[in-house]
Each structure stands twice: as structure tokens, then as C-alpha cells.
């Protein structure tokens, strides 16, 4: 049974901007495609410049192709009645490398505990929901090099493996940088060793 999970989900762009309401309190949310930290600071920087009169820019991220990093930014409201709601939503959506912010603009009336994690949630919801997801392949790439005579073998496992070239050298000697799937590349990376006269490495 293969259970590599090579699979992961993320935004294609930022989404458009979404509005939930609560007791006069309004709550903005977004949704951006981040690869870093920097990314991240950047478009916080941005809605801050967008909001400067709101009073809270609740966030929650999450990075990698293996969902490894995360945080969460109550920025300023109770523990965990906002960061936290809305990096719920993040795993409830399943997507990475991925930035929820929620913008609170506080209407007058307090909303409590309860009612700040279900804004928040929903904010952050509602921003997830009218982004576009796209589930993408955790690939890794491989060298391999090899002369001129055997330019057809190689040709045809590329072929018969469904395989990528996404980068090619033919000079005195040829090589080839192939992506492959994550749950194949064991696989991919034996049968290519044991071929005759060409050499491969994982980059």
C-alpha cells in the first residue's frame, strides 16, 4: 500500500476581499499565496497600510509542502480567540504555504470570547472559500548523465515513465534534470542505476 503523501494544496492568487459582520464590529478577510517569511510580513505591511484606522490585523499562516510551519497572531485580542480560529480554517481547508488575515474594525459593542472566535472563523472562512485551491505534486529532482549511445534508452524510459525534462545539456556528454514524482522517485531513481552506462544523483 503507498501511503507517501506527495500531494499538496495552495492558493493560484490572493483572493478577493470578504466581509462578515457582527454587532456593528466588521471583520475583512484575505487570503494570499506565501512562500516565506518575508512574503508574509509583506502583505501584512500592505492591509496595515489599507486599514490604518482598523484596530486589529488577526493573522495565521502556514508553510511548507509538508504543512510543517505555522503560526498563529491573536494581535492584540483575547488568547486564542482569534489567531487560532482562523488557523483552524487553514487546516480545515487543507492548504499551505498560505496567509489568512482577518481585519477587525470594531463597531462599539464587545462581542465576548465566543463571539470574536466565531467572527474570526468565519472571516476567515469566508476569505478561504472565495479563493481559488489548487492541489499540486511534491516532486523531486534528478541528474542524470549519460553519452551520446545511449541517448535512446534513456529517451525511451523518459517516455515510457511519463517523466519531466526540465532542463538539458548536450555538449560532449548529455544530461538531464528529470522531475519526479515524490511516491515514484525510489522507483524512477533504481531503474535509471541500473541501467548500463548512465549515472544519476538526486539534486
Known amino acids: 500500500m503507498d501511503t507517501i503523501k506527495d500531494t499538496y494544496k495552495t492558493l493560484v492568487k490572493p483572493s478577493p476581499e470578504t466581509l462578515f459582520k457582527d454587532r456593528g464590529s466588521k471583520f475583512f478577510g484575505y487570503a494570499f499565496p506565501v512562500k516565506n517569511e518575508d512574503d508574509i510580513r509583506a502583505c501584512i505591511e500592505q492591509l496595515k497600510k489599507q486599514h490604518h484606522s482598523a484596530r486589529h490585523w488577526c493573522y495565521a499562516w502556514q508553510l ?9 497572531n491573536d494581535d492584540g485580542e483575547p488568547s486564542n480567540s482569534a489567531g487560532m480560529p482562523i488557523y483552524g480554517q487553514l ?7 498560505t496567509l489568512v488575515v482577518v481585519v477587525r474594525y ?4 464587545k462581542l465576548g470570547v465566543g463571539g470574536l472566535i466565531q467572527a474570526y472563523r468565519a472571516g476567515a472562512q469566508m476569505a478561504l472559500e472565495a479563493s481559488e485551491i489548487v492541489e499540486k ?19 525511451r524510459m523518459i517516455k515510457e515513465q511519463n517523466l519531466n525534462i526540465i532542463a538539458q545539456e548536450m555538449n560532449l556528454h548529455c544530461a538531464f534534470t528529470l522531475s519526479v514524482r515524490k511516491k515514484d522517485s525510489e522507483r524512477i ?8 552506462k548512465v549515472s544519476i544523483k538526486r539534486l
Open 64 to 72: 511548507g509542502k509538508d504543512y510543517s510551519s505555522y503560526r498563529a
Open 91 to 97: 487546516q480545515a481547508f487543507e492548504v499551505t504555504n
Open 106 to 109: 470594531f463597531g462599539g459593542t
Open 137 to 155: 505534486t511534491i516532486d523531486e529532482e534528478f541528474l542524470v548523465k549519460f553519452d551520446y549511445p545511449e541517448m535512446n534508452v534513456v529517451m
Open 189 to 196: 531513481f533504481q531503474l535509471f542505476q541500473d541501467t548500463y
